[in-house]
């Protein structure tokens, strides 16, 4: 398999790094293979505030030479998707004379690049704009107007945009490894543009992703994004909540908020009895103590219920808390908690759906049948249907001298 009809994707989170190569299959191109996942710890960013530069761009070396050397692979470039609080999305409207009487896909990379004009964004730079709909002359909530006969054309668009310093830092330790980066998604629009279906994209639908140390919502209606949002609160607050209680490690914290925990369990005082306790001596030779397992839900149960209160307040903000038609899809590592569908739709008051890819056999044969692969799954569905891979050769000696380097260490064991 020679490096060309290869596809990269590097996803960077607060607490994982992980490399996907992969390639599609030249008769089916809805068809793609893993060939391998690198993933690394994500010891370096907090907040998504990198603390050690250095050490991030080790993190990212050693997930990206995980994968090259299980691939067999020389990666040279990678798209990147990632998540961040510094994410904002403002909305914008424009309009544009057609050039012609048929509007062309040039008008409509030209209506949505006018859009970003007047828009203030100090100290940010913007990575995506996404039309919500288009205006053609009179007729309303278009979605594509090419080859629609117009005299202009208006266009209300999402705009996604983070903090500079951040994207610049990111792309600083990308390079640094000899990467070099096609394109940058932001995990906010791209876990629901793959999660969703047509049919749900066309009524109310909400996709709720849970990560480490954020939650992002985004809210479709008649197949166009509507709001998005992101929540300063996610999985690890609630690892830490327990960590806290328990006076332990957040890895026995995460390890009993996983096994142990139950979202919504109540027990009266006249059941008591059949409480379950937790000894933490089981789980490490330096823990002591005990717990009870209602004790344990309600610290899980209390947060939760926190995470759930900001979504309703973003659904509340368009006149739809508690009224979506379709379900709320939950995706990422905040899912895997017991109980969790039927508690989300108890204080929701939706239905609640966790999406898990396991529609595709190279997926569980590639150890990616997990929530968390959301997002960087639609980034490598996405490359090919703009058909964005790169075949191209550019001479730098810098980075000649440095794959040859990289060869040989990884040829040593």
């Not at 994982?16 to 010891?43: A, M, P, Q």
């Not at 903000?317 to 995706?331: N, T």
């Amino acid at each position: 398999m020679s490096a060309t009809n290869t596809i990269t994707t590097i996803d960077i989170w607060s607490s994982k790094i992980r490399t996907i190569i992969w390639y599609f299959d030249t008769e089916n191109k809805n068809s793609f293979h893993i060939l391998w996942v690198g993933i690394s710890d994500s010891n370096a960013i907090r907040k998504w505030n990198i603390l050690d530069m250095e050490e991030f761009m080790s993190n990212l070396d050693k997930s990206l030479g995980e994968a090259e050397k299980m691939a067999w692979e020389q990666v040279k470039w990678a798209y990147i998707s990632f998540n961040s609080s510094s994410f904002e999305v403002l909305k914008n409207k424009w309009v544009v004379a057609v050039t012609s009487w048929e509007v062309t896909e040039e008008d409509v990379d030209r209506v949505l690049e006018m859009s970003k004009n007047w828009v203030d964004l100090p100290n940010k730079e913007i990575l995506k704009v996404i039309p919500e709909s288009f205006v053609v002359d009179l007729e309303q909530w278009i979605k594509n107007p090419v080859w629609m006969s117009a005299r202009k054309i208006d266009v209300d668009s999402n705009i996604f945009s983070m903090w500079v310093n951040v994207l610049n830092n990111i792309r600083k330790a990308v390079w640094e490894i000899w990467i070099d980066i096609y394109d940058i998604y932001p995990n906010l629009l791209s876990s629901p543009e793959w999660v969703l279906t047509k049919r749900q994209k066309e009524l109310w639908v909400v996709c709720v992703d849970i990560w480490a140390s954020t939650t992002g919502i985004t809210i479709y209606e008649n197949g166009v994004l509507l709001h998005s949002w992101i929540i300063p609160l996610g999985w690890d607050n609630v690892t830490n909540d327990i960590a806290l209680w328990l006076r332990t490690s957040t890895s026995v914290a995460e390890k009993i908020k996983v096994e142990y925990s139950e979202l919504g369990l109540i027990i009266e005082e006249e059941d008591s009895s059949k409480d379950k306790i937790l000894d933490l001596r089981k789980l490490g030779m330096w823990e002591d103590g005990e717990i009870k397992i209602s004790f344990l839900s309600q610290i899980v149960t209390a947060r939760y219920e926190e995470i759930f209160q900001f979504i309703r307040d973003e659904l509340r903000k368009i006149w739809k808390d508690g009224m979506l038609p379709e379900w709320a899809v939950c995706v990422w590592g905040g899912v895997k908690v017991k109980w969790f569908v039927s508690y989300a739709k108890k204080s929701l008051k939706l239905p609640v759906f966790i999406w898990l890819p396991v529609s595709k056999d190279d997926l569980v044969d590639a150890s990616i049948n997990d929530p968390v692969f959301a997002s960087v799954i639609w980034t490598m569905i996405f490359s090919n249907i703009n058909e964005n891979n790169p075949n191209v050769f550019s001479l730098n000696i810098w980075w000649f001298l440095e794959s040859i380097k990289n060869i040989f260490r990884k040829m040593i064991p």
